[in-house]
């Protein structure tokens, strides 16, 4: 694939290093819980798919699709449910899985669609965080990386839905 002008910012050997650190974190806070992990498309997958393989304890898993972006590198300020959960989460421990979490404006959109269905606690997993561009303060109590305020693509991450397939992070002029 041709790539335009980038700069890589997370390599595929510190990702395949962090992220049993990460399943390690998880199964000594909610490993007991037997928690729904509930990934947020599309850019968690490619992510979600490598932290649940360094799982050792019981779990299961489900899909939520939120937009913001369309096209766009800055949020639109509006949040989008383009798919719901599947099943109810009453009672159950959340381990909320994103690939990065920005302003923070669809993270709070998420807590707050949740919250209202009554589940035992939601606990938050981002892949990347942009601390700098912050606006919404949910705690985060899993980070694989923090990153400066660049737009960068890669391991599911997209712009105009190309890149997610790269297994690093770059970032790309915008
Ligand atoms: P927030 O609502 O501003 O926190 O933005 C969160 C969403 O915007 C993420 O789930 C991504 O889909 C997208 N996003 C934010 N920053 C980037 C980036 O640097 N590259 C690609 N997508 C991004």
Do not use: W
């Amino acid at each position: 694939m041709e790539l335009p002008p980038h700069q890589i910012i997370i390599s595929e050997e510190q990702i395949g290093k962090r992220i049993p650190q990460l399943a390690g974190e998880v199964e000594k806070e909610l490993g007991d819980e037997n928690p729904l992990v509930v990934v947020v498309l599309k850019g968690a997958f490619v992510f979600a798919s490598d932290l649940v393989r360094n799982f050792e304890f019981p779990h299961q898993i489900d899909f939520i699709a939120t937009s913001s972006y369309g096209d766009a590198t800055s949020t639109s300020g509006v949040v989008k449910l383009l798919k719901d959960l599947d099943e109810p989460i009453k009672g159950r421990t959340i381990l909320l899985v994103e690939d990065i979490v920005d302003t923070g404006l669809t993270l709070h959109y998420l807590q707050q669609l949740l919250q209202i269905r009554q589940p035992k606690k939601i606990e938050v997993m981002t892949f990347l965080s942009k601390m700098a561009r912050r606006e919404f303060h949910t705690p985060l109590k899993f980070v694989g990386f923090e990153i400066p305020d660049k737009f960068v693509v890669g391991y599911g991450l997209d712009y105009k839905e190309q890149y997610r397939g790269l297994p690093y992070v770059i970032a790309i002029e915008e």
